[in-house]
């Protein structure tokens, strides 16, 4: 029966430069999230986190889903998706409203008159919302709180983190799910994703910036106070590191994502001056030495490059003479040699690498930091399920009916 | 009231039919400041633009069409010498650099060889002068030789790139003028006079293929000249005098003034020197008698018998005034090097020895080279005709039969200058792939640029950090 006793199936989708990825999620009764699986496939034709070609694109998409159904038995009708990408920006902003309420009181009414008035605040034009983040309330007494239902104040001021992005592009992505019969039920910043899987409260409230280091971009969020208090993206990845080991050292690109994951280091060693790889010869191509601090040489200047990018911007941000807390690096790139010493030189903080929250169920992908992101989308579409109230009635029945329909594929 | 109507090479009749198409475009520091030569000294009606990478370069030019380019990735510092940084700034600038050809038949592009912005930029607007129909014509200038190998090296490799794509390419070498009283006493007077030089190249040669005046010639005589070489076996091609005096000054006393032109106060050059353009510029006052005298006159002049092409036009804005501009070419190549190399401790000191001395010719040295006294036709060594480009110019008829039926050694080739070629090993042209188009963003060609503060995230770090690699 339709109406019967489902199961609370949520699925996340993460359309990366290097892969595209779906994982199968449930939520248990209890609240708690067990992974059921993931299925993953190479992206084509995504550079940066963007779609270059809709169809190959989308093929992609659809394996990835594809995969993710055969191993977890679960027909997938509806998806969170991360959305990320060099154009989307980010701003702090707030609102502030006047209580006029008997003992000036404030009211549920009140905040979601601030959410209105922050929803409704200018953007450039042609860009669309992604987030509203709440940061804190302030009343009249300067006092800060994260919950001001219940207290009295003769105004009330929200500060919120809006992030945004072109609309065009934002819809590229989610059209791109959509034509495949399967709904977009709701989207998130991909560091914002990241932050979910690897970040807890606590951290969040010392203070934490999460680096998330992928093919196509490198983002990253910061909190402090339990708040996102700054979220950038950088369009420079991984691919950078390899294309540049092509240029650099005149080998196929395959050669050079190999070269980099298995020989390459972003740490200079003089030692190895005069070291050499040798890089066997295949049917097309000869066998030949390079030298490994030319490898060494070209990935040092593209990592150093992109960790003092962040860092200048994390700089420039209102937040960074009060930030007391950790970095942590994860993401695909991540996982380089010599990265966390890396980054230990150039961000004037403790730096760390991020370690996933542990799931019920499938254990097989914890420790991949590539996954951090989908994971922590995971995380995110629990939160958001649980947030929203459980459907009934009729409600229910139509939920039920569209999930058989498009399990048949036929909406 | 009566009006004159201007009739003949003035009147605007002729400014129809014959429309000054030419683009007269200055590229990298040392084309610069050729053109504010041309400014200051030359005729304003000439059609000129400067571009280059240096902000102090552009800025303290007198060109009113002058461009800074690569603002966004090198901030007005220049590209100082980096090749690849001057492409990806052409690469970046692509979009705009198609105005600079368009509505021109031939574009004079002036340039130091061993400059980066200027030769990557006439790569460039070579190829979109072809694409366009726009005739090419490159004056560049070889370095100093104690400038050091590096900067050779490039030039070098610059010449034969642009020989690859251009009409034609005039080669001048700052060496000649060393010997030059005044440019041995300052080094600025001396870049100063390289740089007058060139302007009144690119001035001969706008008024050469600008289809106006008494005697006219073509871009054909230019290209016969100086379209013959491909890579880089013969560097310096051509060398320049320039007088100017007043129309009734004796033309004995121009001729001597313009022998003594810095590039021709070195005599060994007209044992390699085997064609001539003169340019004669002046006012109305300027019959064609005079121009046969003055002709004449250098004819009786210079110690060599060669064919003398001759263009002649007039300028209103002369004022009395004559100007003549000699283009001397060698369109085959010598068997002596030109300008005698300076070693070079560092880079492999045999190379640079001459190879014409060590290579065992004596009896073909013998019967091709003349002694200096006698003042008959210079010998052609080896032809070496371009199978692509026309041969020269047959402007004197009696001359060109003369010199073809000459015997063609089967010896080797020596390069006349810059060679680093071993004695007794076969020379090779040097034809190196040369990168035309701007550099490749590799996997991120069809994605939207990541800029950061003016730079290319796209681009490798390492190459625009200029870090360098072992390969």
């Known amino acids: 029966m339709f109406w019967g006793k489902t199961r609370n199936i949520v699925v996340a989708l993460e359309v990366g430069s290097t892969k595209v990825a779906a994982a199968v999620g449930e939520i248990r009764p209890d609240g708690t999230l067990a992974l059921l699986g993931i299925g993953e496939g190479s992206s084509g034709q995504v550079r940066k986190c963007e779609i270059v070609d809709f169809e190959v694109a989308q093929g992609c998409i659809r394996d990835a889903l594809a995969e993710a159904e055969r191993k977890t038995d679960v027909v997938v009708a509806e998806v969170y998706l991360t959305i990320t990408g060099a154009h989307i920006r980010s701003s702090n902003t707030r609102v502030t409203t006047v209580i006029n309420h008997d003992g000036d009181e404030i009211t549920q009414e009140h905040l979601q008159e601030l959410h209105d008035m922050a929803t409704a605040q200018p953007l450039p034009a042609d860009h669309a919302i992604v987030h509203h983040l709440l940061q804190h309330y302030v009343l009249d007494d300067g006092s800060t709180t ?98 540049d080991i092509v240029s650099g050292l005149k080998i196929p690109y395959a050669k050079a994502e190999q070269l980099k994951k298995t020989e390459g280091s972003v740490i200079l060693n003089p030692a190895e001056k005069d070291d050499r790889i040798t890089l066997p010869g295949a049917y097309n191509f000869e066998e030949r030495q390079i030298y490994r601090e030319s490898l060494n040489t070209i990935m040092q200047a593209r990592q150093a490059e992109i960790f003092e990018i962040i860092l200048e911007d994390l700089q420039n941000a209102s937040f960074w003479p009060d930030f007391a807390g950790t970095v942590y690096v994860t993401g695909g790139a991540s996982q380089v040699n010599g990265l966390l010493e890396l980054a230990s030189q150039i961000f004037p903080c403790p730096v760390e690498l991020a370690h996933q929250f542990p799931f019920d169920g499938d254990q097989n992908y914890g420790r991949r930091p590539d996954l951090s992101t989908l994971l922590g989308l995971l995380h995110y579409a629990r939160q958001a399920e649980l947030e929203v109230p459980a459907t009934r009635g009729f409600a229910r029945v139509g939920q039920s009916l569209r999930r058989a329909l498009a399990s048949m594929r036929l909406i | 009231m009566i009006e004159f109507k201007k009739d003949g090479p003035f009147s605007e009749k002729a400014d129809q039919l014959f429309p000054d198409r030419v683009r007269i475009i200055g590229l990298g520091q040392t084309g610069v400041a050729a053109c504010d030569q041309m400014v200051m000294h030359g005729r304003p009606s000439q059609d000129i633009w400067v571009f280059d990478s240096d902000q102090q370069t552009i800025e303290s030019s007198v060109v009113p069409n002058r461009h800074l380019l690569g603002r966004d990735l090198v901030h007005g510092l220049g590209c100082a010498g980096d090749m690849d940084l001057a492409r990806e700034i052409v690469a970046l600038e ?81 060496d000649r003028i060393v010997e030059n009283p005044a440019a041995s006493k300052n080094v600025r007077l001396g870049f100063h006079l390289m740089h007058q030089l060139l302007a009144q190249t690119a001035q001969a040669l706008a008024q050469i ?18 379209g013959r070489y491909i890579g880089s076996e013969v560097l310096e091609n051509c060398w320049v005098a320039h007088v100017e005096g007043d129309i009734h000054d004796s033309t004995e006393d121009l001729i001597q003034q313009l022998l003594a032109c810095p590039m021709l106060s070195d005599e060994s050059i007209w044992k390699h020197v085997d064609h001539a353009i003169v340019a004669v510029n002046g006012t109305r006052n300027l019959g064609l008698s005079d121009v046969q005298e003055m002709v004449g006159a250098l004819k009786d002049h210079i110690p060599v018998n060669i064919p003398i092409a001759t263009s002649a036009s007039l300028d209103e804005e002369s004022h009395d005034k004559v100007r003549m501009t000699v283009l001397l070419a060698m369109t085959t190549p010598a068997l002596e090097p030109l300008v005698e190399e300076v070693p070079d401790k560092q880079h492999s000191p045999k190379s640079v020895k001459p190879i014409a001395k060590t290579t065992a010719l004596p009896e073909v040295e013998a019967r091709l080279e003349p002694p200096m006294t006698d003042k008959s036709k210079p010998t052609r060594s080896l032809p070496a005709p371009r199978k692509s480009k026309p041969a020269p110019a047959v402007v004197e008829n009696h001359a060109m039969a003369e010199t073809d039926p000459l015997p063609v050694p089967e010896v080797e080739i020596p390069r006349s200058t810059s060679v680093t070629t071993q004695p007794g090993q076969r020379f090779i042209a040097k034809q190196e792939e040369m990168q035309f188009e701007g550099p490749t963003r590799g996997r991120f060609e069809k994605t939207h640029e990541t800029m950061y503060r003016g730079e290319n995230l796209d681009q490798p770090t390492f190459r625009r950090r200029r870090l360098t690699i072992r390969l």
């Open chain 1, 146 to 243: 994260d919950n001001p239902v219940g207290l009295a104040s003769k105004q009330l001021t929200a500060h919120f983190h809006q992030v945004y992005g072109l609309a065009t592009r934002l819809q590229t992505t989610i059209r791109c799910v959509k034509e495949l019969s399967i709904d977009v039920k709701n989207y998130a910043l991909s560091s914002y994703a990241t932050a979910q899987a690897v970040l807890s409260r606590n951290q969040k409230q010392l203070g934490a910036i999460v680096i998330n280091l992928g093919g196509g971009v490198s983002d990253y969020i910061a909190y402090q106070k339990g708040a996102v208090v700054h979220t950038g993206i950088l369009g420079v990845g991984g691919d950078h590191l390899t294309n």
């Open chain 2, 94 to 174: 692509e979009s705009q650099l198609v105005n600079v050809v368009e509505g021109c038949d031939f574009l004079i592009l002036i340039l130091g060889l061993a400059g980066s912005t200027g030769v990557a930029l006439a790569e460039h607007l070579i190829q979109l002068g072809r694409k366009t129909g726009a005739k090419v014509i490159v004056a560049g200038v070889q370095p100093f030789a104690f400038e050091g190998w590096a900067r050779r090296e490039k030039s070098i490799q610059a010449t034969a790139s642009l020989r690859q794509e251009a009409d034609s390419v005039l080669v001048l070498s700052q």
């Open chain 2, 209 to 226: 293929v600008c289809k106006r005046g008494l005697i006219q010639l073509s871009f054909a005589d230019v290209r016969s000249l100086y």
